[in-house]
């Protein structure tokens, strides 16, 4: 499949709004000459000999094009306009990586007989591109560099196509032409694609047949996409007329809801594609840049390499008007597909998970783990521009790592019916901590009981039960404070060692600076139900060796907590859980933040 690049300078076709991928022209740059030796006398000035000032004219304006600076590379030369012409061209083209011109030799008189301008040195150089798709593309080429005048000390470059390379002619540039085998996907664990070729539909604006604005504008406000169309207003209004202004890219479904008001409006363009799209999962997926058709975040800029394959390649001279190609300066070959990327995701957990935060007014993640594997099942995110969150946010986990306060008390031989209190308020240093709503339950609040109301100040009455390290080490038995690696980008938890009395007193009731994301959370909670921390793992291909817990919880332990957490759905603070088919365990929690506005 061809790739197209904004902003060639070649003629574009007549098919331009159908948005079909095609081969991608790109306009690539550098510099030669056969450089001979002139007889004229050149006089010096502070000094410098004639070599050392033509190499110094040469470095700066082979210096000012490396930098990406046509302009400026193009005013040291005698043809400012017709240099800047083509080394623009070169550079919004060409889209080199990286560019590096360096003088290469000795400066040489030139032999004006021979094509050199009068008092002229020729300049050795080596141009060196890294192109996409590519890698490092290199030739040793020259320039002329002139004296301004017999009597005037300034230089210039003498410009002439062969400058861009020693083969160019008037009226050719360079060209990059890839061609990408089709992308592969990213597949659910039964097979199913998470991401996949998927039909969409390029809008763009024929500004001089846009006849209504107004209506215009609010059709395209109506797809709740984040389009600022006041801003497509302004560069409507700046554009040239007949020259399309691109506007956005919608998957086929939203395009589907939307046709009927879309195509009512005079001066809207649409042209249906082709391109790889996340079905589920998305913000874990990413996305594909789509300029460059590379990934660009989640699984598609991880495995970039994997999914992409190899591109074929290759640079030629081609006719500027024509576009057509005159010479092969560079084959590279290539064309090998890419392969799937196989992720343990559950397609139908997935698309539950997706459904189940669908409406809501809040910011919220989903993960759902297999307990006996660490295989990831489901991660879901809403909204969907806040990224990767269920994998990677950083977070207080706040009542839910009770879970883990708890297990530290059973550990260190608290009983799960002896006594710890649930006094309404608790104050430590001064900061006075209280429950949700304030509530209390008395003396005689046992564990199990503090566990399944979550009673704050329960476990924070009892903070002379732990030491500054106990939850470190506690969390240690549910793999936090290890390493892990799913195969895709996560945050593993942070429980730092308590510093004073009141960091701790936060600490147990998952505030302060205890972090987690949810799958951090979710794996807790899976490590409660397997007995033992299993690795959450995404790609499995890619995770040779899942981390290992440095401890284990006792049997007991586990007990007790699995006893906890199915009270706490039956009689607890999570009855709401009560009608979930199968036998619910859980543990629910609230954080309070401290943002900017209190």
């Not at 799913?486 to 060692?497: E, Y």
């Not at 799958?519 to 899942?546: I, K, N, R, Y």
């Amino acid at each position: 499949m061809g790739d197209s690049a904004p902003g060639w300078d070649l003629p574009q076709q007549q098919d331009q709004d159908t948005g079909r991928h095609r081969t991608k022209w790109i306009i690539a740059g550098a510099v030669g000459v056969t450089v001979l030796a002139i007889g004229a006398v050149l006089l010096l000035r502070d000094g410098d000999s004639p070599e050392d000032a033509a190499r110094a004219e040469a470095e700066r304006f082979l210096g000012a094009w490396a930098d990406g600076d046509p302009e400026a590379a193009a005013a040291y030369t005698d043809d400012a306009k017709a240099a800047a012409s083509l080394l623009e061209s070169v550079q919004r083209n060409l889209g080199a990586e990286e560019t590096v011109l360096t003088v290469s030799g000795t400066p040489v008189r030139g032999e004006p007989g021979d094509g050199a301008p009068e008092a002229s040195y020729a300049v050795p150089f080596t141009a060196s591109f890294t192109l996409p798709g590519v890698g490092e593309w290199s030739y040793e080429s020259s320039l002329y560099a002139a004296r301004d005048g017999v009597e005037d000390e300034g230089w210039h470059v003498h410009w002439e196509p062969r400058l861009v390379h020693p083969e160019l002619a008037d009226g050719q540039t360079l060209v990059l032409s890839t061609d990408r085998p089709e992308r592969a996907p990213i597949l659910a664990a039964d097979g199913s694609q998470l991401a996949g070729p998927s039909a969409v539909w390029d809008l763009s604006i024929w500004p001089a047949r846009l006849t209504d604005p107004d209506a215009a504008w609010e059709a395209l406000d109506g797809l709740d996409v984040g389009l600022d169309t006041d801003a497509l207003a302004d560069r409507v209004e700046d554009s040239d007329p007949d020259q399309a202004v691109s506007v956005v890219s919608l998957r086929d479904q939203v395009f589907r809801e939307h046709e009927d008001e879309l195509r009512a409006v005079e001066g809207l363009q649409f042209a249906e594609d082709t391109r790889p799209l996340a079905h589920l999962a998305r913000t874990v997926v990413g996305g594909i840049d789509p300029a460059t058709g590379t990934g660009s975040s989640g699984l598609q800029g991880r495995y970039e390499e994997q999914l992409a394959g190899t591109a074929s390649a290759t640079v030629v001279i081609a006719d500027r008007e024509s576009g057509d190609a005159v010479e092969v300066l560079y084959e590279q070959e290539g064309g090998e597909a890419g392969t799937p990327v196989q992720t343990t995701i559950d397609a139908d957990v997935q698309r539950a998970a997706e459904a189940a935060l669908e409406g809501t007014d809040q910011a919220g993640s989903i993960v759902a783990v297999r307990p006996s594997t660490g295989e990831v099942l489901a991660a879901a995110d809403s909204p969907l521009d806040s990224g990767d969150r269920s994998l990677s946010g950083q977070l207080a986990p706040g009542s839910t790592f009770k879970v883990i306060t708890t297990a530290a008390l059973l550990e260190n031989g608290t009983a799960p019916e002896e006594a710890i209190g649930c006094p309404k308020y608790e104050t430590v240093e001064g900061y006075r901590f209280q429950n949700q709503n304030e509530f209390e339950l008395g003396p005689d609040t046992t564990l199990h009981e503090a566990f399944t109301a979550s009673c704050n100040t329960a476990y924070i009455g009892n903070r002379d039960r732990f030491d500054d390290d106990t939850l470190r080490l506690t969390a240690e038995a549910f793999g936090i404070g290890v390493e892990w690696d799913l195969g895709a980008g996560s945050f593993d938890g942070s429980v730092p060692d308590a510093e004073g009395a009141s960091d701790l007193a936060a600490s147990l009731i998952g505030q302060g600076r205890v972090q987690a994301s949810p799958l951090v959370m979710a794996s807790v909670a899976a490590t409660v139900a397997e007995g033992t921390f299993h690795q959450p793992v995404l790609v499995p291909d890619a995770v040779p060796d899942p981390a290992v817990a440095p401890r284990e919880l006792s049997a007991e332990t586990v007990d007790a907590l699995r006893t906890m957490m199915r009270d706490t759905v039956t009689q607890g603070t999570a009855t709401v859980l009560g009608d979930v088919p199968g036998v619910a365990h859980a543990k629910t929690g609230n954080a309070e933040l401290d943002t900017r506005d209190g």
